[in-house]
């Protein structure tokens, strides 16, 4: 029985990942004795991690792979085959997504990475076309560069939780990146306070204000254009203005935003919201693992800025009443 050997407990291990899916003939094929030895490895065995329950499947497939077909029952030889079959699959098959990853320019790669740390980074470099992802690496600093390297190191590609996380980033970017503008998540604290007293003012007193700004600083203006709106703006909108922005707007990224939204605010927003709509929403933000800081503020970030055209094209109208 040169598969059940090896590795402490191995067998064991194997048996609690397949176990459930054996027939009994396989217990019969094996025998009293060697079904007692793999019982109790099995006793002795803990819960696996993903990548050592992907290697102890591998070693398995590759194992199948070299018994003699000679003298094994049909049953027995079926069962192989079809083992086989199934692992060569589930070892080989790639998400969907990873290839639409493979699949992007290095300008559209620049975006889905802009701002992330350089965890995400390094995950996402690992599914994208290498020559591409070469390309984009060029443009960080040499000491982001070695950060984004070295933390290739401690993935680990097999586990399904990081690689449901991923795909939830990046359906989630693609949507956000649909609105111009939404990059980089803005950290000026003080272009955000400025934004905040402008908006406390008579709309025309705070546009001719804005105005002078602009000419004495350019940079400052654009950052205190890009604070402006808050995400507790949305609850001065009517309901009817409320429903029809936000129809505009992914379930993904709202999702997202409201992560980092007052738990009141969110509240009333979800409220003020057509029930399927909201329905959509809160079903997004059930199924979404952590979040981080840097996905809310590109999320809130996308989505104001599409608030800000919306408001400033005049198809929606919009003045703080508070």
Not at 15 to 37: A, C, M, N, Y
Request: hydrophobic letters at 35%; glycine letters at 6%; charged letters at 35%.
């Amino acid at each position: 029985m040169s598969i059940l050997s090896g590795k402490r407990n191995r067998a064991g291990q194997l048996l609690r990942i397949l176990g459930e899916h054996l027939p009994p003939e396989v217990f019969r094929h094996l025998g009293p004795q060697d079904t007692s030895k793999l019982l109790e490895s099995f006793h002795k065995s803990g819960k696996i991690e993903a990548k050592q329950e992907r290697e102890l499947l591998g070693s398995f497939l590759e194992g199948l792979s070299t018994v003699p077909k000679e003298g094994i029952d049909r049953d027995t030889l079926a069962l192989i085959q079809e083992l086989e079959t199934i692992l060569k699959e589930d070892l080989n098959t790639e998400p969907e997504w990873s290839e639409e990853l493979k699949s992007y320019t290095k300008e559209e790669l620049s975006k889905i990475v802009a701002g992330e740390s350089a965890d995400r980074i390094a995950l996402i470099f690992c599914y994208a076309d290498p020559d591409t992802s070469a390309r984009v690496l060029e443009e960080f600093p040499e000491d982001t560069q070695e950060e984004i390297l070295l933390s290739i190191r401690n993935l680990d590609l097999s586990s399904a939780g990081l690689l449901d996380s991923l795909e939830r980033f990046l359906r989630f970017k693609k949507e956000v990146l649909k609105s111009p503008g939404s990059g980089v998540p803005t950290k000026d604290k003080g272009g955000k306070r400025a934004a905040e007293l402008l908006g406390k003012l008579d709309p025309q007193d705070s546009q001719k204000l804005f105005s002078r700004i602009r000419e004495k600083s350019q940079s400052f203006a654009e950052n205190i254009n890009k604070h402006f709106f808050r995400m507790e703006d949305l609850m001065d909108l009517s309901r009817d203005a409320l429903n029809k922005f936000m129809w505009e707007i992914h379930p993904i990224v709202t999702a997202t935003a409201f992560k980092g939204t007052e738990p009141e605010t969110k509240q009333v927003l979800l409220e003020r919201l057509d029930p399927s709509l909201a329905s959509s929403i809160r079903l997004e933000e059930d199924s979404m693992g952590p979040v981080s800081l840097a996905e809310i503020e590109t999320a809130q970030n996308g989505l104001l800025e599409i608030f800000k055209e919306s408001v400033e094209s005049g198809r929606i109208k919009f003045r703080r009443k508070n």
